[in-house]
Antibody
């Protein structure tokens, strides 16, 4: 079955770090661009990182320098290392697969709460 | 605020037709980038509904259609059903910050 399953979310203090994982099944990670998209509670969607099939990475200004996207194709896993977390980073984080410039496959999401 | 602008809410009675607009600018939709639409049912992940302005993934009913003109795009839903009650998001590409979404529109079926 083709699917994405996120894990690693939880409660973290401001300034702390967290690493999210996204387990991939049913397709090869290296064949697709992959993304992380987040959604604040009761809010809209925001793209937070992208890794191309060639390994190039992109970030919006809101997380650049704090978040790092990576992948291990052999482990069929996508990661998001989040450092210097802020209250504004509190959200459900989804991993998603590219289909052209759209996202055709989404995980169920993992909740990250940044609070003291 | 979001790069792409959507109305916060729309509503319609069962069987009616509703449209949701998505307004961008010359750096995204107006630059020729495709617009995509997602449906998000309560408590679930977004689902791709329309891609490349007007194409439907397999399994999406033809009651859903998309269009694009200039710096705007629209999603139309005909024959409204109770199960269509959800949040709808448009998405496109921007020169910076690349992948952008609308703020979302809550569809209420009366």
């Amino acid at each position: 079955e083709v699917q994405l399953v996120e894990s690693g979310g939880g409660l973290v203090q401001p300034g702390g770090s967290l690493r999210l994982s996204c387990a991939v099944s049913g397709f090869s990670l290296g064949d697709y661009d992959m993304y992380w998209v987040r959604q604040g509670i009761g809010k809209g969607l925001e793209w937070v990182s992208m890794i191309g099939y060639a390994g190039d990475t992109y970030y919006p200004g809101s997380v650049k320098g704090r978040f790092t996207i990576s992948r291990e194709s052999a482990k069929k896993s996508l990661y998001l290392q989040m450092n210097s977390l802020r209250a504004g980073d509190t959200a459900v984080y989804f991993c998603a697969r590219a289909f052209g410039s759209s996202f055709d496959l989404w995980g169920q999401g993992t909740l990250v709460t940044v609070a003291s | 605020q979001s790069v792409l602008t959507q109305p916060p809410s729309v509503s319609g009675a069962p069987g009616q037709r509703v449209t949701i607009s998505c307004t961008g600018s010359s750096s995204n939709i107006g630059a020729g980038y495709d617009v995509h639409w997602y449906q998000q049912l309560p408590g679930t992940a977004p689902k791709l509904l329309i891609y490349d302005n007007r194409k439907r993934p397999s399994g999406v009913p033809d009651r859903f259609s998309g269009s694009k003109s200039g710096t705007s795009a629209s999603l139309a839903i005909t024959g409204l059903q109770a199960e269509d009650e959800a949040d709808y998001y448009c998405q496109s590409y921007d020169n910076s910050p690349y992948w952008v979404f609308g703020g979302g529109t809550r569809l209420t079926v009366l």
